[in-house]
């Protein structure tokens, strides 16, 4: 069983196109996560969402609306999309409580814009 | 702004050989956390060190957190091919609801050569 799943694994669409990436995890982990990882591999975390609700949100373009409609999913919608955003998505799902609980990845959204 | 740098950026070597990969920071973090990442898949967790001064020995792999919690160091003794990856630091900060930050270092990409 795939802990975290992520789809599409491959995004190619075109400057001003919208389009979604969505998450699963079957941990039943309260906090699922957004980084983006650009093509230097330098990961940067996008969004938090701990039980459906949005708790970190970095400085990212108004353009990116992630959405929990429960515990289990964490999607993320791109509006208008631009070359800028070519890049790899990670979703990641964390137990909350401790210190010490693992972060699992999600295997990626390599996401091509053209 | 916490900021992790990894050094060194890139890494050939020799398998058999052994080398230190180091991740530096002014910031004060609860937890340090080494993933190694593969081409196509997301980073996988190899340790989380907590305790300043924590080391964690995981095979040939040794995790070091130092004193301060602001730095760390992952050791490989006798590198084998099967070494060969991107390896991250990410250190960890509290955030609400029982919640937690991670902020991901630059990266150490590490080429073992038969």
């Known amino acids: 069983d795939t802990a975290v799943s992520q789809t599409p694994k491959y995004l190619v669409t075109q400057m001003g196109n919208d389009k979604s990436i969505k998450c699963e995890q079957n941990?039943?982990?309260?906090?699922m996560y957004w980084y983006k990882q650009d093509s230097k591999k330098f990961l940067k975390i996008m969004f938090s969402?701990?039980?459906?609700?949005?708790?970190i949100n970095e400085t990212v373009p108004n353009r990116f609306s992630p959405k929990s409609p429960d515990k289990a999913h964490l999607n993320l919608h791109i509006n208008s999309l631009e070359l800028g955003d070519s890049a790899v998505y990670f979703c990641?799902?964390?137990?909350?409580?401790?210190?010490?609980?693992?972060?699992?990845f999600g295997p990626g959204t390599r996401l091509t814009v053209t | 702004t916490q900021l992790l740098e990894q050094s060194p950026q890139f890494l050939s070597i020799q398998e058999g050989e052994n080398l230190t990969v180091y991740c530096n920071s002014s910031?004060?973090?609860?937890?340090l956390q080494w993933y190694r990442q593969e081409p196509g898949e997301g980073p996988v967790l190899l340790v989380t060190?907590?305790?300043?001064?924590e080391v964690k020995k995981l095979k040939r792999l040794t995790f070091q957190f130092g004193d301060a919690r602001k730095d760390s160091s992952l050791h490989i003794t006798a590198a084998q091919t099967g070494d060969t990856g991107l390896y991250l630091c990410?250190?960890?900060?509290?955030?609400?609801?029982?919640?937690?930050?991670?902020?991901f270092g630059t990266g150490t990409r590490l080429k073992v050569l038969a």
């Open positions: 990641a799902s964390r137990g909350s409580g401790g210190v010490v609980y693992e972060q699992y």
């Open positions: 941990l039943g982990h309260d906090t």
């Open positions: 969402y701990n039980n459906k609700e949005l708790i």
């Open positions: 910031s004060v973090f609860s937890s």
């Open positions: 060190v907590v305790t300043g001064g």
């Open positions: 990410a250190g960890a900060s509290p955030g609400t609801s029982g919640t937690y930050k991670y902020i």
